[in-house]
Nanobody, 124 residues
Framework: QVQLVESGGGLVQAGGSLRLSCAASGRSFSTYGMGWFRQAPGKEREFVATITWSGSTAYYADFVNGRFTITRDNSKNTVNLQMNSLQSEDTAVYYC?????????????????WGQGTQVTVSS
């Protein structure tokens, strides 16, 4: 069982930056693949970035285009998403998720545990 708590969301102007953090509880955090997904009003939840259990490989959605970086610290049971050059289209609730294979797939259905989400609003 893994419990996830996100933080770091907020209101930022276009072109600005935010750093989202996800704190995980549970002994097996270092074996889980971790991901960030987002859901905008009226839209389906979509893949943003994922990272493998070791942190050696990360995957990004095409729209990220080099603006976001996902990292993890297995000693602290945390995963972060650094977001730069934010645009109004990035406005959404951002969710942290964990999956048991450790491979960090981009399919949200593969994830077993989810946080409550943190709101990111980018004003233009």
């Amino acid at each position: 069982q893994v419990q996830l708590v996100e933080s770091g969301g907020g209101l930022v102007q276009a072109g600005g930056s935010l750093r989202l953090s996800c704190a995980a509880s549970g002994r097996s955090f270092s074996t889980y693949g971790m991901g960030w997904f987002r859901q905008a009003p009226g839209k389906e939840r979509e893949f943003v970035a994922t990272i493998t259990w070791s942190g050696s490989t990360a995957y990004y959605a095409d729209f990220v285009n080099g603006r976001f970086t996902i990292t993890r610290d297995n000693s602290k049971n945390t995963v972060n998403l650094q977001m730069n050059s934010l645009q109004s289209e990035d406005t959404a609730v951002y969710y942290c998720a964990a999956e048991g294979t450790g491979r960090g797939p981009s399919n949200a259905d593969a994830y077993d545990y989810w946080g409550q989400g943190t709101q990111v609003t980018v004003s233009s």
